[in-house]
């Protein structure tokens, strides 16, 4: 990718600057509160929007901060054309990186048992992306604009956690000593 093209990271931090605005550090603390979605590097957060602002795509501005300035991005006109765009393309899946599914991959390598224990603890870990999840779902309703749009997207979170729960149910099975 050159250094002028946006990427799937670039629509994200895009549609989270949204219509308010907001700081790289606004944008790290709302991918960290769903986690399930924050899948960039923390650096990210901040190389992002000084890239995208100095493609046009946004414009900073300098608010006081609790101990120093900080900046906070708006959308420009030039970003809101280029999620426009994005918006008509089709939608495509995106791949897949999976923890639960590298663990069956190795199965055969590093034995049953260790696979069978290790995707057990997986439970702990989405029960907290559930909580998370229900988070989201009561800061919607402080969001009318978007409240429909996260609640679909909770949704669908929900019903994927689900599925890996299901995925553990059945290596606990298939894998039983």
């Known amino acids: 990718m050159s250094s002028d093209e946006l990427?799937?990271?670039?629509?994200?931090?895009l549609g989270l600057v949204g219509r308010q605005g907001a700081g790289p550090h606004d944008l790290l603390r709302m991918a960290r509160r769903g986690r399930i979605?924050?899948?960039a590097g923390e650096s990210q957060y901040y190389v992002e929007p000084k890239r995208l602002a100095k493609l046009g795509y946004l414009e900073a501005r300098k608010e006081p901060g609790k101990t120093r300035e900080r900046t906070v991005y708006s959308i420009t006109e030039q970003g809101m054309e280029a999620l426009r765009e994005y918006a008509r393309t089709?939608?495509?899946?995106?791949?897949?990186?999976s923890d639960p599914l590298l663990r069956l991959l190795i199965a055969d390598l590093v034995g049953e048992e260790v696979t069978r224990e290790s995707m057990a603890t997986l439970r702990e870990d989405i029960a907290d992306l559930q909580a998370r999840i229900?988070?989201?779902?009561?800061a919607a309703e402080l969001l009318p604009h978007r409240r429909k749009y996260l609640l679909l997207a909770t949704g669908h979170l929900r019903r994927l956690l689900e599925l890996h729960l299901d995925l553990?149910?059945?290596?606990?099975?298939e894998l039983a000593p």
């Open 90 to 97: 089709p939608v495509t899946f995106t791949p897949v990186k």
């Open 7 to 13: 990427s799937l990271f670039s629509y994200e931090i």
């Open 37 to 39: 979605l924050d899948w």
């Open 168 to 173: 553990v149910d059945d290596v606990q099975r």
């Open 134 to 138: 229900a988070e989201t779902e009561a």
